[in-house]
């Protein structure tokens, strides 16, 4: 019988299980790509995914930035913020090319992205605007994006008050909080009064939240005005750390007609308000200051030499007595003055000696304390259009470079507005007569420097006077110096406030120097005509404090 050939047989059929077999292996390999991929996201080339992925630290750095700005820090925070973000999108951006660009809008009332108002409306607002624009790439597509982001705070704030009494108003403010327009909340808020020239911080507002983005708040205010509006001022931080101020001008309630016979009242203490403006604004805790050293005060006789100045301009005829008022502090006490009004750092008392034609001499006192004040007032009773003031000073020391200091004299409206007075600016080193004075028109004080009368030292008397025109358009302020006009100011709107009818003795040392100094003044006067300086011969010189602080 003939062998069959198994092997031969069997071939085909070993090659085709082996091709099934790898057939099979292709075909689960395959299965387990496509299944394991289903979980992958493909990344699609579009700028408005790119964007969205960005779009929360976009505005959180823009946020962070305002609440930094809105506090006092620099406007160039927020480019630096940026270049930051740029930087990490740059760095992070693995599946495409992600570039970004940002454009800070400078329109008016922008400034470089920024928009801070503080207005003396009622309205407040912190603002940043920033325009971005998108770009994202890769090997097979390329997309591009602009988008606008505007991080804003707002405050509007309005109110009135009632007057309690002859220097004490309650005031009932309401303000609400927006953000991007929308009702916000806020999380911490402080309030301020201006008594005269000075700001008072509220130590406790009595604040209602609605919940809703909409507060009200009242509030008593111990000021020395009867009379004319309560300027106040609020700052709030909402819960985004933003902070946003308003200033307003409260009216009297409208059913309340108060009349009060006028009365001196303990002074509240100011705080640092500010600010370039007459407005406050948050500020530092101060620094410690040197405990201030008593002045020995000799009792040589020397005479005053005035300060050379180039061509004097005439000054009027003075005026025949009687004054409107005068005192040489020779009763030993402040008792023909009205009140009393001091910072925590100043004080003021009666020193015996021989001064400018008396017995004594009024002795004022900083003591290095921020924004430290020391001041003796006078209510004439009436109103006047035009006034002058008078006064011999002699200061043992002078601030530090670019600082300014009120050497004593001004002349207040009947709503304690500082009209005109007389300051020192030490001026890069070197020390020049200032008049400071009120513009109604623009709401701020001005300073004006002169070159004149220059050479101020310490440890001499020098005569000041200052005067007061009040008009619409047609007001005027100047200073003499020893008898010498070294500055006159023509064409001014100063009647916002009120006529004159206080007087203001007493230094002021403002934000931001401090000093250590002691005024003597003596031989006030007050006059709605020239007074020019008395012949007298001073016996106060100083010897052992001829130094700058």
């Not at 220097?167 to 403010?173: D, G, H, R, V």
């Not at 001008?249 to 409208?254: A, I, P, Q, V, Y």
């Not at 409206?413 to 004075?437: P, R």
């Not at 006077?465 to 100047?478: L, P, Q, W």
Request: charged share 10%.
């Amino acid at each position: 019988m003939k062998k069959c050939n198994l092997r031969k047989d069997t071939s085909g059929q070993v090659i085709v299980i082996t091709a099934l077999l790898v057939a099979l292996l292709l075909l689960s390999t395959a299965m387990y790509v496509i299944e394991t991929g289903k979980g992958v996201p493909i990344p699609e080339n579009s700028g408005d995914n790119v964007f969205l992925a960005y779009e929360q630290n976009i505005k959180s750095t823009l946020i962070s930035a305002l609440a930094n700005i809105s506090s006092g820090g620099d406007v160039s925070v927020l480019t630096a913020d940026l270049n930051k973000l740029n930087s990490a999108i740059a760095s992070h951006s693995y599946q495409d090319l992600v570039e970004m660009d940002y454009a800070q809008l400078n329109t008016a009332p922008y400034q470089n992205g920024v928009w801070i108002s503080r207005g003396i409306d009622g309205n407040g607002v912190s603002s940043i605007y920033v325009t971005f624009a998108f770009n994202s790439s890769d090997l097979s597509s390329n997309s591009n994006l602009q988008y606008t982001v505007n991080v804003t705070s707002e405050v509007s704030l309005i109110g009135y008050y009632s007057q309690l009494n002859a220097t004490l108003a309650q005031a009932n403010l309401r303000f609400n909080v927006l953000n991007e327009g929308k009702p916000a909340l806020g999380q911490t808020f402080t309030f301020y009064f201006q008594n005269r020239d000075y700001w008072v911080e509220v130590a406790a507002p009595n604040i209602n939240n609605f919940g809703n983005g909409t507060y009200a708040v009242a509030f008593n205010a111990q000021t020395y005005q009867q009379s004319g509006p309560l300027l106040v001022s609020m700052y709030c931080q909402d819960q985004r750390g933003i902070t946003v101020g308003a200033n307003a001008t409260c009216t009297l309630d409208s059913e309340q007609s108060p009349s009060f016979s006028p009365s001196p009242s303990p002074s509240p203490t100011p705080t640092d308000p500010p600010t370039p403006s007459p407005f406050p604004s948050p500020s530092p805790s101060p620094s410690p200051t040197p405990t201030p050293t008593e002045s020995p005060i000799p009792t040589s006789s020397p005479t005053p030499s005035p300060s050379p100045t180039p061509s004097p301009t005439p000054s009027p005829s003075p005026t025949p007595l009687p004054y409107l008022f005068n005192d040489s502090f020779d009763s030993n006490n402040f008792s023909l003055w009205s009140g009393i009004l001091n910072s925590t750092g100043g004080s003021e008392s009666i020193q015996a000696t021989t001064p400018y034609g008396g017995s004594n001499v009024a002795k004022f006192t900083l003591d290095g304390s921020t924004r430290a004040y020391a001041h003796i007032t006078k209510d004439l009773g009436s109103s006047y259009s035009s006034m002058y003031l008078s006064g011999f000073v002699c200061l043992d020391a002078l601030l530090s470079s670019d600082n300014y200091l009120n050497a004593g004299i001004t002349l207040d409206s009947i709503n304690g507005t500082d009209l005109s007075s007389a300051y020192i600016h030490n001026n890069a080193g070197q020390f020049l007569w200032c008049l400071k004075y009120w513009n109604s028109t623009s709401h701020n004080y001005n300073y004006v420097d002169s070159y004149l009368g220059s050479n101020i030292s310490v440890g001499t008397w020098y005569y000041l006077e200052v005067m007061c025109k009040v008009g619409a358009g047609n007001g005027e302020v100047a200073l003499w110096v020893n008898n010498t006009q070294v500055c006159d100011v023509v064409g001014l709107t100063n009647n916002g406030d009120g006529a004159l009818q206080l007087l203001k003795v007493g230094p002021y040392s403002p934000f931001p120097g401090t000093l250590v100094l002691n005024d003597y003044i003596d031989g006030i006067v007050a006059s709605t005509s020239f007074i020019s300086e008395p012949t007298l011969t001073p016996a106060i010189t100083f010897t052992t404090s001829n130094y700058i602080r």
